[in-house]
């Protein structure tokens, strides 16, 4: 599985982006879909994740601003990210996890930074 983030870029305290993540490759057994993010000087911590059912579960630092949501063919990965602040200043990872690979699939980050 392939995974390509995108739409991430430089915005200000209090507005929004909407990321993407677009999945190629055989998709079959992705049982959980999830973005990571890593701020500078931060460990990678899990945003939020969705599981092939659609549940889902978000870190308590961005409950009730970001939502995650997927296409029905899980070839689609969305994050839209609202209210953001300084502390989502991260480099935002999209993965795939299949019990096939343990450590999940990746994509290669899209920056997000929130200045003013």
């Known amino acids: 599985v392939q995974l390509q983030a995108s739409g991430g870029g430089s915005v200000q305290p209090g507005e929004s982006l909407r990321l993407s993540c677009a999945a190629s490759?055989?998709?079959?057994?992705?049982?959980?879909m999830a973005w990571y993010r890593q701020g500078p000087g931060k460990e990678r911590e899990l945003v939020a994740r969705?599981?092939?059912?659609?549940?889902?579960d978000y870190a308590d630092s961005v409950k009730g601003r970001f939502t995650i949501s997927r296409d029905k063919r899980k070839t689609s990965l969305y994050l839209q990210m609202n209210s953001l602040n300084a502390e989502d200043t991260a480099v935002y990872y999209c993965?795939?996890?299949?019990?096939?690979?343990?450590?999940?699939?990746w994509g290669q980050g899209t920056q997000v930074t929130v200045s003013s």
């Open positions: 993965t795939y996890w299949s019990a096939r690979r343990p450590g999940g699939y």
């Open positions: 490759g055989s998709i079959i057994g992705i049982t959980v």
């Open positions: 969705i599981t092939g059912g659609g549940s889902t």
